[in-house]
């Protein structure tokens, strides 16, 4: 009985060894799903859809991007870490819901150090703070003083995400106090922003630019050491008085982990090759998103990248007091 039970428990073991490379060879058999962790329309959104069009292309299957938000970015992330480890439900996110959730959310039902299989980062962003028209404030000197005079509304997607991460470490840059205004996503933030509804809101160039560009509301201050063609008119923050905040946003793609190496694998060749496209990359240029450089791309360097830096927005977090309570 004893015997046969370890042949059983060997024969298992060969089939899951041999299931990996099987899988791979059909892989994609049916469309992807990007999981998207925020609203629709903002910076991690529309990458998703330009490097998601570009990729379904190389896959030779539909990439569906599925904007699943709430929780600063936990309830869609945490869906991709309970989904089957095979390569079709991936989490499409940025450094704040693959790194400072850990810190924002004590309770958080999973890590993405050790329940996510990283496949590579797909673009590095500029911040840019944009106030709106009603608000009266011209330029990135008149923003902080109006802070420091107090009753300042600023828009952010969600506690955790990028853009409230943001709003964080410029006003301890500038030892300053704002209205903090939580959205469920960059996308309604920003509406609200053009609105007047809030004062200022910090987001990526992705969202931004055509924002500032349309008149819909001004920029005043971009992260970065010059100016963007893009938006020539927008200075630095460090022109504008504040060298302290040079802050840039990673946006990434992982699968579940137990996922099969040489699914991963498939699927970091077909985001090179996607971040290799001319269409990719005219976009990208538009958006001032830049793709990794070569010891930026890949699994391995991602990987790397969300373990520094769920030290480093920890500490951010803690020494701001900000918790998800």
Known sequence: ???????????????????????????????????????????????????????????????????????????????????????????????????????????????????????????????????????????????????????????????????HLAAVAFLAATGSKAVMVAYRGSGPSINDLAAGVVDAVFDQTVTMIPMHTGGNVRAIAVSGAGRLPQMPDVPTFAEGGVPAFDLTVWNALAAPKGTPPAIVARLEASLAKALADGNVKARFADLAANAPTAAEAGGPALGALIARDVDRLGRLVEGAGITSE
């Open 1 to 163: 009985m004893v015997m046969r039970a370890r042949f059983v428990a060997a024969s298992v073991a060969t089939l899951v060894a041999l299931a990996g490379p099987a899988a791979a060879q059909t892989f994609p058999a049916r469309p992807v799903s990007f999981v998207v962790p925020y609203a629709a329309g903002g910076t991690t959104d529309v990458l998703a859809r330009i490097v998601g069009q570009a990729m379904g292309a190389d896959l030779g299957q539909t990439v569906i991007v599925e904007n699943v938000g709430g929780a600063g970015g936990t309830v869609g992330t945490q869906r991709v870490t309970r989904a089957d480890p095979d390569g079709y439900t991936l989490t499409f996110g940025n450094m704040g819901s693959l790194a400072a959730n850990v810190s924002l959310y004590p309770k958080l039902r999973f890590d993405p150090r050790q329940d996510l299989v990283p496949v590579g980062v797909v673009a590095i962003v500029p911040m840019v703070v944009s106030v709106s028209k009603a608000s009266g404030i011209a330029d990135l000197p008149a923003f902080v003083a109006k802070l420091k005079g107090g009753d300042v509304k600023i828009g952010h997607a969600g506690i955790g995400s990028t853009s």
